[in-house]
């Protein structure tokens, strides 16, 4: 999916609830009406592909936190990324319903604002390369997110400006009650999503059923294509001429100056970051992305601030797996000085018989978003994929996930 084809998929939505206040609320200004109700439905949209995911925007909000010197911020990003994900998806339902409409244009604006300041400052200084404005549902170049921000505020002004023409929907106590349970459910859905479980829908590359070394690379089809110039200057006639591809035969030509051309953009792999070494350094991408039979990987993004708890099951499942002999390990990021000396002492702390392995931190936050974290992996495709809170014992996973 575009960003063209979002927005006219949104722009449908938005037309039916249009229809449906033609005939139950008459609206006085039919423009007015459909800004309000295109408007809505675009946050209502942008803020729930963002809530089935949470933590991914709160690891973009890091990113601007570092960028902006604000690391000391980091620790409430998560809970920063859900009030931000939560009001997101409120002020799109009260704009609907004509609701609060002081306090509804105010958010809106303020929240425009914002993330118009965010897309701007990524787009000219390029210091981070996707605003996350639809997580990972759709990525957006910089410049694109911060036109698209700018036509909503402009429509966004527009509606504060025409604000005496939206008229409610419904009244008070009935706007104030689908409000509510909006809030809640919101609220409740983000957090399912961020302390429960694995996002109920996976729009990354680890998602179950992807094969790891194919998001690794890109399609024929996808690939850049160049062409390629060159001016070569004849020494009998002193004129010059350009050649595509390559130069001219014959002594009579020198060299002038080569121009390359894109004729056609490529696309960037879905996962380029790929890269795991063992405590010796030695890399392990192959043993783990190639390996016919079933492997198991637990992913910890932070050993610091892992469930310790979770291990118990992972540990059982370790036993298990080595009775069928099949390959378990972890793959951990950590930031002590010493990684293998921290790694040691932790493992003896929660009892993990298998080996740890290292990976960079983002990458390993892209796998799962969980701490830690359990994927099934066959031959590089992610089979199965659990948060630590709802990991199943090894009877379970073999029965269910392991085809012979």
């Not at 002492?345 to 298998?354: G, N, Y």
Request: aromatic fraction near 14%.
């Amino acid at each position: 999916m575009t960003i063209f084809s979002l927005i006219g998929m949104i722009a449908g939505i938005a037309l039916l609830v249009f229809f449906a206040r033609l005939v139950f609320n008459k609206p006085s200004n039919y423009l007015i009406a459909y800004i309000q109700d295109f408007v809505g439905t675009f946050f209502i949209f942008s803020g729930a592909v963002k809530a089935i995911d949470p933590l991914g925007t709160a690891y973009k909000m890091t990113e601007y936190f570092e960028v902006f010197n604000m690391g000391f911020l980091d620790d409430f990003a998560t809970a920063s990324a859900i009030i931000m994900v939560v009001v997101e998806i409120v002020v799109g339902v009260t704009l609907i319903l004509g609701y609060q409409r002081t306090l509804t244009h105010t958010l809106l604006f303020l929240t425009i604002i914002f993330f118009t300041f965010l897309t701007g400052f990524t787009a000219i200084y390029n210091k981070v390369t996707d605003c996350g404005c639809f997580g990972d549902f759709l990525k957006l170049q910089p410049w694109i997110s911060f036109e698209k921000d700018i036509v909503l505020t402009i429509l966004i002004v527009i509606l504060i400006i025409g604000r005496k023409h939206i008229r409610p929907w419904f009244s008070n106590y009935i706007a104030t009650s689908i409000s509510t349970v909006v809030l809640v459910a919101a609220t409740v859905f983000c957090l399912y999503n961020t302390l429960w479980s694995e996002p109920v829908v996976d729009f990354r590359p680890y998602a179950i059923g992807k094969n790891i070394p194919e998001q690794m690379t890109v399609k024929p089809e996808d690939q850049e294509v160049k062409a390629f110039f060159f001016t070569y200057k004849n020494t009998k006639t002193g004129k010059e001429e350009v050649f595509k591809d390559s130069g001219p035969d014959g002594d009579e030509w020198e060299f002038v100056s080569r121009r390359d051309s894109i004729i056609k953009p490529g696309k960037q792999p879905k996962i380029n970051n790929f890269h795991i070494e063992n405590a010796d350094g030695e890399v392990m991408d192959d043993e783990v992305l190639h390996n016919p039979d079933y492997s198991f990987m637990v992913v910890s993004s932070k050993l610091e601030t892992a469930n310790k708890k979770a291990f118990a099951k992972l540990n059982a499942i370790n036993e298990g797996a080595e009775k069928d002999k099949l390959v378990f390990f972890a793959v951990i990021h950590t930031e002590a000085s010493n990684a293998n000396a921290a790694t040691d002492a932790f493992r003896h702390e929660v009892q993990a018989a298998f080996p740890f392995h290292y990976g960079d931190a983002t990458f390993l936050k892209t796998i799962v978003r969980s701490n830690p974290g359990l994927l099934l992996l066959k031959n590089g495709t992610v089979v199965g994929k659990w948060h630590y809170t709802d990991i199943p014992s090894y009877a379970e996973i073999k029965a269910q996930y392991m085809k012979k």
